[in-house]
């Protein structure tokens, strides 16, 4: 055999560990199971000029469909609430009703029509607002299985999905459990990064977080918090760049309103545009588009 065919055999073999190093042994397990919609987010991107203009804020995480969860409670709130996150500044909205294995969800054929129809009305009544579906998934461990049958949904189809935990989980329940979504094939936001007891006593274990392979969300109005813990906490992990998504976690249109500007002004303040852009921008695109940040 020839130096060529030794050179071609070793780099077909490079190229297969890199493959699998990459993916994970559940690669083929994922490519069936992780089957992107009908690319909504192409016509998004390509309705905002290809999304590298940042055409307003992008809210990864709301509870505004109407009667599905603890959110909106009916669609003359949720009208409202479009108003506001509008008037604030926001263009993309993410629905993330709450999804808890073993209770009692909205099916998903119900959650899309209840979509369709939102996203119909913020589309046409305001101005370049679009909504987009996904879930907040409470974790547990059968929260795979519900994603592998579609009874709970990623983000528009993507390998994103949005995890959550009880505040008082321990950092190994949170680190096994993104670790088990991770090598399942999916890519874990957690959400509310900043209610985790263990994380508030000890906030660099979210850099063990981020270096396993978790994106980490904020709660915008969590930046301003009256609590101090609180709000230090979002400062600390904001200044390690720690932190890839915020969103308003709204529920109504009192308290946990969808409102962003009086935080974003903060952050272009202390942190600079560019900053503002990539979280509120170019990392929830990056998203829409099934790539890793």
């Not at 609430?81 to 263009?91: D, F, Q, T, V």
């Not at 909504?131 to 949904?153: D, K, Q, V």
């Not at 969103?247 to 969808?258: L, N």
């Amino acid at each position: 055999m020839g130096f060529s065919s030794y050179f071609q055999y070793a780099v077909v073999f490079a190229i297969m560990l890199l493959y699998n190093s990459f993916i994970g042994k559940n690669w083929r397990q994922v490519s069936r199971i992780v089957k992107l919609n009908s690319r909504n987010w192409s016509k998004l991107l390509t309705s905002l000029g290809g999304g590298k203009p940042m055409q307003g804020y992008f809210d990864i995480h709301c509870h505004i469909l109407p009667g599905v969860d603890d959110g909106a409670k009916d669609m003359d709130e949720t009208r409202r609430m479009l108003l506001i996150a509008y008037e604030e500044g926001i263009r993309i909205m993410v629905a993330t009703p709450h999804f808890i294995v073993g209770n009692n969800n909205t099916e998903v054929e119900s959650l899309k029509a209840i979509y369709e129809e939102v996203n119909q009305i913020a589309e046409s009544s305001l101005k370049g607002f679009h909504i987009i579906l996904g879930n907040e998934l409470f974790y547990s461990a059968g929260i795979i299985e519900a994603l592998r049958t579609g009874e709970a949904l990623t983000i528009d189809g993507t390998r994103y999905i949005l995890v959550e935990f009880e505040p008082g989980a321990t950092f190994r329940e949170i680190r096994d459990g993104l670790n088990h979504c991770i090598y399942s094939g999916y890519i874990p936001i957690l959400a509310h990064v900043e209610r985790y007891q263990c994380l508030k006593k000890d906030y660099e274990l979210v850099g063990n977080l981020v270096k396993l392979g978790v994106y980490i969300q904020v709660n915008i109005y969590s930046i301003l918090s009256r609590h101090n813990t609180t709000r230090k906490l979002c400062r600390k992990l904001l200044k390690k760049d720690w932190v890839h998504f915020l969103g308003t976690d709204s529920h109504g249109m009192y308290g946990r309103a969808p409102r962003a500007e009086e935080a974003t002004t903060y952050l272009t303040r202390r942190y600079g545009q560019n900053k503002l852009r990539q979280l509120l921008w170019e990392n929830p695109m990056t998203m829409l588009e099934n790539k890793h940040l």
